[in-house]
């Protein structure tokens, strides 16, 4: 089709300037797009092994990343958008290094991160034959508002949904959408063990509907469980968790925390799902331990011979796990927050986050467009803060100078993590945002 080999040469043009200028991830996509408003549907149209969507509050970029890795063990040729741009023409923009002039991509199959809103935009255009659904958290209220109608718009994906759905069985409001899956939609779920679901709470939303008759699913013979030996070695059970069921491990994970088990359990899941009789649990194994963390989720930058871990934070959900996963270690600290539209304007959440974990040695310095609002909220809970830079890069230099010997974090949000991760690549040859798990 003439427009869409159009879309592609023009995409390609814009792609190959924001690159030169040093960012823009979805400004390809939106030139393709213009050009051609069915460009996805006609990229897509000869992916026949299946078209993913991830999608959920928290972890869509590391699992997505993971289910790609154990997908590509076994043979596959996927393609994915690992830059974490979760909007639509950020998954054009991802394309456009990949497609020939034709415009059609050559895959098996498309594993898609996307945003919960951006989910239901591109399944107007392209029905996705699998979705796999993590978790419903309080995030970016003013574009998504209470977690009911973020609920909704993952249900909504999942109706839409021609094949296969995964669902977080643990997760009330993702567990509550079985109920809205077509007929001949198959159903699996992944969850924890029984033997740590005491530690749920710490990830989760609570969910206080009393009066409805909702009954939580039982995990079947196909559904994937977490069940850790430690802080971090686990395995992924199925069946009866016997070794001829299908157990997968024990591995360790490069990534850190509970939360980066439970996204490769509910990866492995899916590939599972995707993957039928061919999946091998040896082989994907071996493709989980071999992942490595996502730019900003845990990453760790190696600055004058010390580490520097980034830590992206969201949501107050996200921001305790964090803390609790890396907060723990008393190391020089820094938080970088920005109200960007892609941050969410409203950080008000900020207030429901618990930092008590890094009273004792302090914050070194606040920073970004609410360094400032970050740093009042550090006074409430008694954490001393040394210096507010709300510009990032000089934030940057200064926490880098004063703890030049020691080992070093940086909480930050989205936009932040990705201006202070720009500034890190250029000064220590680390990869590309945009070739990053390509």
């Known amino acids: 089709m003439l427009r869409t080999t159009a879309a592609v040469v023009a995409g390609k043009a814009a792609r190959a300037a924001s690159r030169l200028r040093g960012g823009g991830s979805a400004l390809p996509g939106l030139v393709a797009e213009k050009v051609d408003p069915g460009f996805l549907t006609h990229a897509l149209a000869d992916v026949r092994g299946g078209i993913v969507v991830v999608s959920g509050t928290n972890g869509k970029t590391t699992t997505t990343k993971m289910l790609v890795a154990v997908l590509r063990a076994h043979g596959r040729?996927?393609?994915t958008n690992p830059t974490g741009s979760n909007f639509t023409r950020g998954v054009i923009s991802?394309?456009?290094?990949?497609?020939p002039v034709s415009g059609r991509l050559a895959a098996d199959l498309a594993v898609l991160e996307l945003d919960e809103a951006h989910a239901l935009k591109f399944a107007a255009a392209v029905k996705p034959t699998h979705a796999l659904l993590l978790n419903v958290a309080r995030d970016q209220l003013d574009r998504f508002a209470e977690i009911d109608h973020t609920a909704q718009l993952l249900a909504s994906l999942a109706e839409q949904t021609t094949t296969g759905v995964v669902l977080n069985l643990d997760d009330s409001f993702v567990s509550r959408i079985r109920d809205r899956v077509a007929d001949g939609v198959q159903v699996r779920y992944f969850g924890v063990d029984a033997s740590i679901a005491d530690r749920l709470p710490e990830l989760q939303e609570q969910d206080v509907r009393f009066e409805d008759d909702f009954v939580p699913p039982v995990a079947g013979p196909d559904d994937g469980l977490l069940k850790p030996s430690d802080e971090r070695s686990f395995e992924v059970l199925f069946g009866d968790g016997s070794a001829g069921s299908?157990?997968?491990g024990p591995l360790e994970l490069q990534q850190r925390g509970l939360a980066a088990m439970i996204n490769a359990t509910a990866a492995t899941a899916t590939a599972r799902l995707l993957l039928g009789d061919v999946f091998d649990p040896a082989r994907a194994a071996e493709a989980l331990r071999a992942v490595t963390p996502p730019f900003g989720r845990g990453e760790v930058v190696m600055v004058d011979g010390q580490p520097l871990e980034l830590v992206l934070v969201k949501n107050p959900a996200g921001f305790t796990v964090a803390l609790g996963t890396y907060g723990s270690t008393p190391v020089a600290t820094m938080v970088a927050i920005n109200d960007n539209y892609a941050?969410?304007?409203?950080?008000?959440?900020l207030y429901d986050v618990s930092f008590e974990s890094l009273r004792q040695r302090g914050v070194a310095v606040t920073s970004g467009v609410r360094g400032y609002?970050?740093?009042?909220?550090?006074?409430?809970?008694?954490?001393?803060?040394e210096r507010v830079e709300p510009d990032l890069e000089a934030?940057?230099?200064?926490?880098?100078?004063?703890h030049r010997d020691e080992p070093k974090r940086i909480f930050c949000t989205y936009t932040a993590m990705m201006a202070l991760r720009r500034v890190l690549a250029a000064r220590y040859d680390l990869p590309d945002i945009g070739e990053e798990a390509s």
């Open 246 to 248: 299908g157990t997968v």
């Open 395 to 402: 934030a940057l230099d200064a926490f880098l100078a004063a």
């Open 343 to 349: 941050d969410g304007r409203d950080v008000s959440w």
């Open 94 to 99: 991802s394309m456009l290094g990949e497609l």
């Open 373 to 385: 609002d970050m740093a009042l909220r550090l006074q409430y809970d008694d954490v001393p803060v």
């Open 77 to 79: 040729t996927v393609f």
